[in-house]
């Protein structure tokens, strides 16, 4: 099988980063209008400026995500190209999917030998769920998943 590109969903990253930049204006805004009211009213066109710069940075931020993080399937794993660097994601650790959450919220919840969890959220369309059912061939079932990890819930 050869390598699949694929994108991940444009309406979560863009529902992200306005969430990242809806938390950084108000942190500005209410941050200043805590430390100094008169400051506040008296410069609102250096006000309008920073916020205007922090829509933008956020815009272009998301730009760039929107750009360039794929994943590419392929029998091994799951690769992740973000801008920080490349993250595999292998079958062969997986052990248990947690298809009830996964379905619900279109992130993948996986779990590997040691118990760790890790969350990876769908491509645009849901492909990387059906792959790492298929080729994940050390799946446990719910019963022994439990009876390996009493402690956590699922």
Not at 38 to 49: A, D, F, G, P, R
Not at 116 to 133: H, N, Q, R, W
Request: hydrophobic share 45%; with cysteine.
């Amino acid at each position: 099988m050869e390598k699949n590109k694929l994108m991940l969903s444009p309406k979560r990253l863009i529902i992200t980063f306005s969430g990242l930049c809806l938390l950084i204006e108000v942190l500005i805004i209410g941050g200043g209008f805590l430390l100094s009211w008169e400051y506040m009213v008296q410069n609102w066109i250096t006000i309008l400026i920073i916020v205007a710069s922090v829509i933008l940075g956020c815009g272009l931020l998301c730009f760039l995500a929107l750009k360039t993080s794929y994943y590419l399937l392929d029998k091994r794993g799951i690769y992740y190209h973000k801008p920080g660097g490349d993250v595999l994601f292998e079958f062969k650790t997986f052990r248990w999917i947690d298809e009830k959450y996964s379905k619900k919220h279109h992130v993948m919840r996986v779990f590997d030998d040691k118990g760790k969890e890790t969350y990876i959220v769908f491509d645009s369309k849901g492909l990387i769920y059906d792959y790492a059912l298929k080729y994940s061939d050390k799946l446990m079932s719910d019963e022994e998943f439990k009876m390996r990890f009493p402690n956590i819930k699922i």
